[in-house]
């Protein structure tokens, strides 16, 4: 038996509706882990003004700042092509120089040095899709900016990379898990094993810091996707309600972290689902738009704090299976701050694209983010969460 048919998405109205709920649960999933965990420093909610008590991180707005970017992509030494929008012609740098302005607090500015010097002889691992892989990179760009002098290593593998700051004792990986449950390959057939973690979480448990993401890869369908078949309580099916799949699998990596991660020396966050840019009727309110246009050629982020299309319903899942965690991760709720930024995307300025590719939009990618870029705000975040 099928999981049952997803919901059809929320009109304008009801997306709005559900965006306030789903901030206050998340500001209430805050508040209770605070008053439950305090001893834990992912849950503090970050004090960054004398006179202010706390601060709401993700609401906010996107203002102009010239001394962004924090790196220029020409001297960072692991941006992928498919991030790095500079090198392969994006004419326009605008979008490089925008700096994310919570409504009630100032972020504080990141500090490379102070990050590498905390975290010495630790290991930050990101765990998750390519989403993962683009924070993980983004962060490299940011640790090296600041430490322009250090030793440094890099080991690519698949699925674990690891770029290591060698004067610091730092370990920077990544682990590429779509995800997160693992896909078993029998007899030349992909089953997506919802109740089994990847076989090789064991790796992750060597992480003092670790950083989750998926979702993208869920609704993936055709030559896209990742699988064969859903295997769910032992049986077998070709196809199941994507959401419904995606709640399975993340309750099968909540329940592994509650199980094994030792929270006292681990730190745990989940990266909230990145949005993609590729119907501009979203964000053109009334305005008729040509069938064929997506984020090519968007230069500017949205106004305002909202977005006035549908807010990603993937993130009702993540929201409800973190809250019923034991012992819950910190939610990097980047969501809504990414949807304004539908100029942050490599759109045709991908080094993963042909010419004839680049010269047809169609093919733009609406998904992952330039570097340098909007990663990089990610980061800031990460690094007020842990350290303020």
Not at 42 to 64: D, K
Not at 123 to 144: A, E, H, K, T, Y
Not at 374 to 387: G, Q, R
Request: hydrophobic share 35%.
């Amino acid at each position: 038996m099928a999981l049952p048919c997803s919901q059809t998405f929320f009109s304008v109205l009801v997306s709005f509706l559900c965006l306030i709920q789903c901030h206050l649960a998340s500001s209430a999933i805050l508040l209770s882990m605070k008053h439950h965990h305090h001893n834990h420093i992912q849950h503090q909610r970050p004090m960054l003004q004398a006179n202010q008590s706390s601060c709401s991180l993700f609401v906010g707005t996107w203002v102009q700042d010239e001394t962004y970017p924090l790196y220029q992509s020409s001297s960072c030494p692991i941006i992928d092509p498919e991030f790095n929008c500079q090198m392969y012609g994006r004419p326009d740098s605008g979008y490089l120089k925008y700096r994310w302005k919570p409504l009630n607090c100032e972020l504080p500015r990141f500090n490379g040095v102070e990050f590498l010097q905390n975290m010495k002889g630790k290991n930050v691992m990101f765990v998750g899709d390519s989403l993962g892989r683009n924070q993980w990179q983004s962060l490299i760009c940011m640790l090296s900016a600041a430490a322009p002098q250090a030793q440094t290593q890099l080991v690519r593998g698949d699925p674990l990379s690891t770029f290591r700051f060698l004067d610091y004792g730092v370990n920077i990986s990544f682990y590429r898990a779509p995800y997160l449950v693992e896909v078993d390959v029998i007899q030349g057939k992909r089953i997506l094993r919802l109740e089994e973690i990847d076989r090789n979480s064991d790796t992750w448990k060597s992480a003092d810091l670790l950083s989750f993401n998926t979702g993208h890869w869920w609704s993936h369908q055709g030559s896209l996707q990742g699988w064969d078949y859903v295997e769910l309580g032992g049986k077998y099916y070709l196809d199941m309600d994507r959401l419904g799949a995606l709640e399975r699998g993340m309750k099968t990596w909540a329940n592994w972290v509650d199980t094994n991660m030792d929270r006292k020396r681990t730190k745990v966050f989940f990266q909230a689902i990145s949005p993609t840019h590729y119907n501009p009727n979203e964000w053109n309110a009334g305005e008729k738009v040509m069938a064929t246009k997506n984020c090519y050629g968007e230069t500017a982020p949205i106004s305002g704090t909202t977005y006035p299309g549908a807010y990603p319903e993937q993130m009702r899942i993540v929201d409800m299976v973190i809250r019923e965690m034991h012992n819950p991760a910190y939610l990097l709720d980047i969501t809504m701050l990414s949807a304004l930024r539908k100029d942050g995307h490599p759109s045709i300025y991908s080094g993963e694209l042909s010419p004839q590719q680049r010269a047809n939009h169609d093919t733009a990618d609406c998904s992952h983010w330039c570097l340098p870029g909007l990663p990089d705000t990610w980061n800031e975040l990460f690094y007020t969460a842990l350290f303020y």
